[in-house]
């Protein structure tokens, strides 16, 4: 009964790379969402995603940052040209159905460090 | 816009020393208010959810409560393995998103 799955847990990149980090989510779960935590700080949100449809980035930087949720295979946050204020804790979250139902369930997250 | 301020920042306390976190919240039309653990280098694992002014849970030596302005976390009689950071998040009516407070590192020493 595996639970959230993310990987990688740790991403070294050089500053203009690409990152791209995955999340299965819980069986059964068909929504998705990110969340950046830095250090010290809470979860900020970054976007919720459907099989196959962003439902909300309010979030998401305009620039350099994507998700997806394909209708097989797992959530993927890209980050393009990586910056080193991009370094965080990055985690993915999945629930059965939208939020009315209550809790979210984590991953144990991918920390990004950009040198 | 939505806030959510969790004080303190930080507290050490005893095992078995008594103690409360607060999470006092900014929000229109509060849907939930959700508390979280989580231990260093894991993701947040779920508490607790509180919907409305007055309700109480309670799971082994924590209890949360909620009022209209805040929710505290009690921690009665605390072991060393209750040492975490505790997350407080709010969610309104017909959003989709969480928001979070900073959280509470709590330290119990034996």
């Known amino acids: 009964n595996a639970g959230v799955m993310q990987n990688p847990r740790h991403l070294v990149r050089r500053r203009g790379q690409e990152a791209r980090l995955r999340c299965s989510p819980m069986k059964g779960h068909s929504h998705v969402y990110w969340y950046r935590q830095l250090p010290e700080e809470g979860l900020k949100f970054m976007v919720y995603?459907?099989?196959?449809?962003?439902?909300?980035e309010s979030g998401m930087p305009k620039e350099r940052f994507s998700a997806e949720f394909p209708k097989e295979g797992p959530s993927i946050l890209r980050i393009q040209q990586v910056v080193r204020g991009d370094s965080a804790a990055y985690f993915c979250?999945?629930?059965?159905?939208?939020?009315?139902?209550?809790?979210?369930?984590f991953g144990e997250g991918s920390r990004l460090t950009v040198l | 816009e939505d806030q959510v301020t969790q004080s303190p920042e930080a507290l050490r306390l005893q095992e078995g020393e008594s103690s409360s976190l607060n999470c006092s919240y900014t929000?229109?039309?509060?849907?939930?208010l959700f508390w979280y653990r989580q231990d260093p280098g894991k993701g947040p694992e779920f508490l607790f959810t509180l919907y409305s002014a007055g309700e109480e849970k309670e799971k082994e030596r924590l209890k949360a409560t909620l009022t209209k302005k805040e929710s505290f976390l009690h921690i009665t009689a605390p072991k060393p393995e209750d040492s975490a950071t505790y997350l407080c998040a709010v969610q309104r009516y017909n959003f989709n998103k969480f928001y979070f407070g900073s959280g509470t590192k709590l330290n119990v020493k034996p």
């Open positions: 979250a999945s629930s059965p159905v939208g939020l009315n139902t209550g809790e979210l369930f």
């Open positions: 929000v229109s039309g509060l849907r939930g």
């Open positions: 995603l459907q099989k196959e449809n962003i439902i909300d």
